[in-house]
């Protein structure tokens, strides 16, 4: 009965920014395929399936990394230990652990970052009404004294390793379930304790942990936190969405638009129930409006493969942009609007090509797959492909005779026709045979 859900709250904003706003350079982006993509896999992965998702993480060129909560589970302990005692963090990386607000545990994870050159320490608690009332019982005070106390222990443990550059992140959980002053004024406190610079900005992480509005509302909450809090300067604004409404990327864009320096996400939006914004989704939207997004992504067949076989999940063949058949059009009058503006496309013009978002080739796709005939197409795709691979041009009367003869015989196989197939039905049909 939809009569027991009700729409999340509005926020009241006069004169709000976002919409007028554009991103204009890509935001700070830091990974959590290592933990929070790894605690929601039916099989956690390996060590050494972490390592070699670390390696890609690496490759494609993200700057900061999670790569575990090493005070909860032997494994990720293992795997911080591994990351410093070989070498594996290049001097431009920053690794990022997780850990509750609970003293014992804050101190297991500065042993587990013993020796290393530079990590952020993040610390979090839940601050939503739900979780204060039905789970920990405690009321707005008890709820951020955690929160201050976790910092204070954040803070005293590191002074331990003076030699380590030491990033503090705190994240109120279920930031989108909290009155929004109630969250902020928790914030505040955390940042009282840890008295941050503009010089030496700390982290505060605002998560969706569960999407419960559409974007717009989840950039309102974002623009009043910003213009709200007590030391903007001192902080880099983050977020970490998740996709229940499957609009964790929009969420994402929108709260960029609204002030955030900083988005968490993970590779093909893995992660808890629907999953966390995709950071693959994300750059890729920014490169096709002409902003540089920061991350490698021309072998986007390296990184389905890793991905697959670190997390044992499969890749959707409708994924947006990497997906198998993205680029893939069987329509007949979209193969023919794609055939004409890829002959009229020049070099040194913007891109230009109906139905084609991008050109394939960027992220090492050919055009092999862009154009690929079944029943449904038409003489444009059958044209297209005979040219693409055997170099016929047909004369139009011709595409007009053979197009219902390779409809035909895709209808009668309820397959798609490969050149080749056509190719033979042109033989068969318009092409002479020289024997006597």
Known sequence: DY?????????????????????????IWASVDL?????????PMTVEQKQRLWRLLVKIGLKEIEVGFPSASQPDYDFVRWLIDNGEIPDDVTIQVLVQARKELIDRTYEALR???SAVVHVYNSTSTIQRERVFNQDREGIKAIATQGARWVMEGAKDYP??????????????????????????????????????????????????????????????????????????ISVHTHNDRGCAVAAAELAVLAGADRVEGTLLGNGER?????????????????????????????????????????????????????????SGSHQDA?????????????????YLPIDPKDIGRDYQAVIRVNSQSG???????????????????????????????????????????IFEILKANFIKSAEP
């Open 3 to 27: 009569r027991r859900y009700q729409p999340a709250p509005q926020i009241q904003i006069e004169n709000r920014t976002w919409p007028n706003n554009t991103i204009t350079h890509a935001p």
């Open 35 to 43: 933990r929070d993509g790894n605690q929601a896999l039916l099989e």
């Open 115 to 117: 020796g290393v050159k």
């Open 163 to 236: 030699e380590v550059d030491w990033t503090f992140q705190y994240s109120p959980e279920s930031f989108t379930g909290t009155e929004i002053d109630y969250a902020i004024e928790v914030c505040d406190a955390v940042m009282d304790v840890w008295q941050p610079t503009a010089e030496n900005r700390c982290i505060i992480n605002l998560p969706s942990t569960v999407e419960e509005s559409t974007p717009n509302i989840f950039a309102d909450q974002i623009e009043y936190f910003c213009t709200h809090m007590k030391n903007r300067a001192g902080a880099i």
């Open 274 to 330: 629907t999953g966390n914004m995709d950071l693959v989704t994300m750059a890729m939207n920014l490169y096709s409006q002409g902003v540089d997004p920061k991350m490698d992504l021309s072998n986007p067949d390296e990184i389905i493969t890793t991905f697959t076989e670190c997390t044992r999940l499969p890749v959707s063949p409708r994924h947006p942009w990497i997906g198998e058949l993205v680029y893939t059009a069987f």
């Open 338 to 354: 794609i055939q004409k503006c890829l002959h009229r496309q020049g070099e040194d013009e913007h891109w230009q090509v109906a």
């Open 379 to 421: 003489k444009g795709g059958m044209s297209f492909v005979l040219e693409r691979d055997y170099g016929i041009t047909l004369p139009r009367w011709m595409q007009t005779e053979l197009a219902p003869l390779v409809q035909k015989a895709s209808e009668e196989s309820a397959s798609e026709m490969g050149s080749d197939a």
